[in-house]
């Protein structure tokens, strides 16, 4: 029973434009949000977080942002950069349990 | 700052032989995690270390596997004996408190034929 969803598993995305990778998420404790990125040989690298007392959190270029009455959580990536090619992982995790519950990834590439 | 080391980065075992995997995590880092990949699916929780004890083993898929962290710092991961499904792609992750930014290390692929 998979808990996070990625239901995408490859978006193409033109240089410069708005990326938007999406994941829904079926367990209602979950409050704790995050998003990973993985290069090829590499472990995943924390990208963004949100907990679920927000609706959005920006850092730089990344946006995420959390519906929670849908149970649905998305990262915007803009301008997209050819160096954000790569697999992104959203993750959940209910607050103060260590443990997170990763989606499938979702292959994106960065057309120049 | 030294990363997360694991190695050895690529295994290729028979089925029924053992296999004993290592993660150095980051100095000073009591949490450490170890979490499995299998071909295209998501990467799915192993267990939980702080310093030597196991906080949260729940996601050991079977008594084939053995974890241990002695003195609180490496941690082994060993496969005994190896199935085929088994073959992943293995990650040690360490933080220093409660944080959710863990350091992944690059992984440990692992092929049982």
């Known amino acids: 029973d998979q808990q996070v969803k990625q239901n995408s598993p490859s978006l193409s995305v033109q240089e410069g434009r708005i990326s938007i990778l999406n994941c829904d998420y079926t367990?209602?404790?979950?409050?704790?949000f995050l998003w990973y990125k993985k290069y090829p040989a590499e472990g995943p690298t924390f990208l963004i977080s949100i907990s679920s007392i927000k609706d959005k959190n920006e850092d730089g270029r990344f946006t995420v942002f959390l519906n929670k009455s849908a149970k649905h959580l998305s990262l915007h990536i803009v301008p997209s950069q050819p160096g954000d090619s790569a697999v992104y992982f959203c993750a959940a995790t209910n607050f103060g349990n260590e443990k997170l519950t990763f989606g499938t990834g979702t292959r994106l590439t960065i057309i120049p | 700052e030294a990363g997360v080391t694991q190695f050895p980065s690529h295994s290729v075992i028979e089925k029924g032989q053992t296999v004993t995997l290592r993660c150095d995590p980051i100095s000073g880092h009591d949490n450490l995690y170890w979490y499995r990949r299998v071909m295209g699916k998501e990467i799915k929780f192993l267990l939980h270390f702080v310093k030597e004890s196991k906080q949260d083993e729940s996601g050991m898929p079977n008594n084939r596997f053995l974890a241990e962290r002695t003195g609180g710092t490496y941690s082994t991961l060993k496969v005994q004996p190896a199935e085929l499904e088994d073959s992943g792609v293995y990650f040690c992750?360490?933080?220093?408190?409660?944080?959710?930014?863990?350091?992944f290390g690059s992984g440990t692929r692992l092929t049982v034929v």
């Open positions: 992750a360490s933080s220093q408190d409660h944080s959710y930014g863990y350091t």
């Open positions: 367990n209602s404790m979950f409050d704790y």
